[in-house]
């Protein structure tokens, strides 16, 4: 709702203000606290340090966050490309098969990610697809995971199109191909990066699915996260969290200016 007058938009503001910094940012606030600081004091955390992040940014934290990136950015091209061209099918058919194909892509997110971990586990466990102890196996569950958003993103940017553009091109004899990649493609721009910005984010922080998944040698930063806050390394813990944080906020800035600069095209 629109607020027009000056006491309306303090109030507005407050009330933004009173349920934002409780629920979202304050919790935020204290993990960057916790990550400088060395033991708790009363209700804070006290002590300050960045020993913390020197170990978060060497060694096996730094191994587990390129895993992370690899991962998150395979992942996500994979959703992006398989999730566009499911879009643009589910374009081409009838509403029936446009409503069978949504559900299909859809079904991994109504369920459980753990869910979607086992299946994946189960399935690629026994030839002739034997994917289970490598780094494959939780690139493969990251992009099931994440291919629905990209599918459902695209699609709604194509209902949005303007079919006058394509059937312009085609009436000056240009070919379905040339329409698809010189007309439709260029258009949907700005919504395929916010759909990788999503996938990518998404992907950055899985963590249900991939702990059934790992191999040794393949470990995310989410686990290793949740490996040392389950053995009582909070504040280390913490650090590695906002290293995770900063990464993924660094990649999504990316994705904006490069969505920004494509939407003036």
Not at 98 to 119: E, I, K, N
Not at 136 to 141: E, F, H
Request: charged residues 10%; glycine residues 6%.
């Amino acid at each position: 709702m629109l607020v027009h007058s000056r006491t309306g938009k303090w109030t507005a503001w407050a009330l933004f203000g009173l349920l934002f910094v409780p629920l979202f940012a304050l919790p935020l606030l204290v993990i960057v606290v916790a990550s400088f600081s060395t033991h708790w004091s009363g209700a804070f955390p006290s002590g300050p340090t960045t020993a913390h992040y020197t170990a978060a940014v060497r060694g096996e934290s730094l191994q587990a966050l390129t895993t992370s990136l690899v991962t998150a950015v395979t992942a996500s091209l994979v959703a992006l490309t398989v999730g566009t061209w499911a879009a643009l099918t589910a374009a081409a058919m009838g509403k029936r098969g446009r409503r069978m194909l949504d559900a299909l892509f859809m079904l991994p997110v109504a369920v459980p990610s753990v869910v979607v971990g086992l299946a994946v586990l189960v399935a690629f466990s026994q030839p002739p697809v034997l994917l289970n102890g490598t780094r494959w196996i939780v690139i493969l569950a990251h992009t099931v995971l994440v291919t629905a958003f990209a599918h459902q993103s695209v699609s709604a940017a194509i209902r949005r199109l303007d079919p006058m553009y394509e059937q312009a091109a085609a009436s000056l004899g240009a070919r379905p191909s040339y329409v698809l990649l010189r007309v439709k493609l260029p258009l949907l721009l700005p919504s395929l990066n916010a759909a990788a910005g999503l996938c990518f984010a998404l992907s950055m922080g899985e963590l249900s699915a991939t702990m059934m998944l790992y191999p040794p040698d393949w470990l995310p930063l989410p686990v290793l996260i949740f490996t040392a806050t389950d053995r009582g390394s909070l504040f280390t813990g913490s650090a590695l969290a906002v290293v995770l944080m900063a990464a993924t906020l660094l990649a999504l800035l990316a994705v904006s200016r490069i969505r920004t600069r494509a939407s003036f095209r």
